[in-house]
């Protein structure tokens, strides 16, 4: 029995490996409209179909089924009735669940059937790469908008059973790819999230190998990604919108990413306006709020008034400086008025001296001259 346990085992795990190996060479979809809607057949090597069929538990090879549709004005892209492009919150992702099937690419080639509401849909965690659709317009240079959407499928687990969660870590699990494009060609600066689109095409490809990690490029555990600290405002993944690109449940609610101020600040209020109503919340806020303020403004009220105490101070120095050094040049220029008119007293009373000296001196003696007719008697 347990060599029978064993072989049945190994046949499924083998199974698996070809039946992803089937899905990996060819595009398992089925359009339900064109341009608008399709659906796309995924399946999942890590995951085997469970239901519970007269209490016992089946285990049959497994893929997922995802609808994308336009909506009726072709400007929001729904991924299982849930808008993806662009999303209904900037800042919390959209919830993805999944139907469940056990048939084969092949098998999903030939389906007549196209509702598969009544299956058993799992919750999903998944990785998305998609354009900001939210922030700005087009450029004045671009009159065309083809955006491209990357999905890859992290992890699934069961509403019913919570603790039934499988990581699909697979590298021969394939992706998703959908290239949208615009009807008709748009003026520039036209917003974004106005722009009518169609489905141009839809693939689907196995996972980009990633030599660094060998692994995948797209598919990280929950474990492996970067921790979420309350001094961070969103804890983004990217720096632009969508921000977030790998979306599991528990790190996400109606407040957006666990962890961050932004979650804490808006969960504060959820429950304030749960507990007392939309407007007593707003009053108590606005209370709140001066009541935080008022230490700021005091304190900007003394630094304010401290320095212009200090310019007043200063202006006070400066002019009493003023002031003495006008006093002070007034003293040395009398002192120097004085000094002068000293100076030109003495200069004129020592010419009036010399002059007086001049006149009073007497002439020399008059000598007659000589002659030599006087001489020579």
């Known amino acids: 029995m347990v060599t029978f346990t064993r072989f049945l085992l190994l046949s499924l795990h083998l199974l698996s490996l070809v039946y992803a190996d089937e899905d990996s060479t060819s595009e398992a979809l089925e359009w339900l409209e064109a341009e608008r809607s399709v659906l796309v057949h995924l399946p999942t090597p890590d995951l085997f179909f469970c239901t519970y069929i007269l209490n016992l538990l089946t285990h049959l090879l497994f893929a997922f089924i995802f609808n994308f549709t336009l909506t009726p004005d072709n400007r929001t892209l ?38 598969v509401t009544g299956d058993l849909a799992l919750d999903l965690d998944y990785y998305m790469d998609a354009p900001d659709t939210k922030s700005g317009s087009t450029s004045i240079y671009n009159t065309n908008y083809n955006p491209r959407l990357q999905i890859d499928i992290l992890r699934a687990s069961t509403p019913t059973y919570p603790a039934y969660s499988t990581p699909l870590s697979s590298d021969s699990q394939n992706q998703i790819w959908v290239w949208l494009e615009d009807l008709s060609a748009h003026p520039p600066g036209t917003p974004y999230h106005s722009i009518a689109l169609r489905v141009k095409r839809v693939k689907v490809d196995r996972r980009w ?17 970067k921790r979420c600290y309350i001094w961070s405002w969103l804890c983004a993944d990217i720096e632009e919108y ?9 790190n996400f609610d109606q407040y957006g990413k666990k962890g961050s101020m932004r979650h804490f600040l808006t969960s504060i209020w959820g429950a304030l306006v749960k507990v007392m109503g939309l407007g007593p919340a707003i009053v108590l806020l606005v209370i709140s709020g001066i009541i935080m303020l008022l230490p700021v403004v005091y304190g900007v009220f003394i630094s304010v008034k401290g320095v212009v105490g200090m310019y007043q101070r200063r202006t006070q120095e400066v002019d009493e400086w003023v002031a003495d050094e006008e006093v002070e040049g007034l003293l040395r220029y009398d002192t120097y008025l004085e000094d002068s008119r000293e100076i030109r007293e003495e200069e004129v009373s020592e010419e009036e001296g010399g002059k007086m000296t001049s006149v009073e001196e007497p002439p020399p003696p008059y000598s007659p001259m000589k002659t030599e007719g006087s001489s020579t008697l």
């Open 242 to 250: 969508p921000y977030y690109q790998y979306i599991y449940r528990e």
């Open 209 to 225: 190998p990633d030599t660094d990690s060998k692994g995948t490029k797209t598919y990280r555990s929950l474990t492996s990604l």
């Open 78 to 115: 729904l991924l299982n009735d849930e808008p993806i492009l662009p999303r209904a919150y900037p800042h919390i992702p959209t919830p993805l669940r999944a139907y469940q099937t056990i048939e084969t690419t092949s098998d999903f080639a030939r389906r007549s059937r196209t509702n």
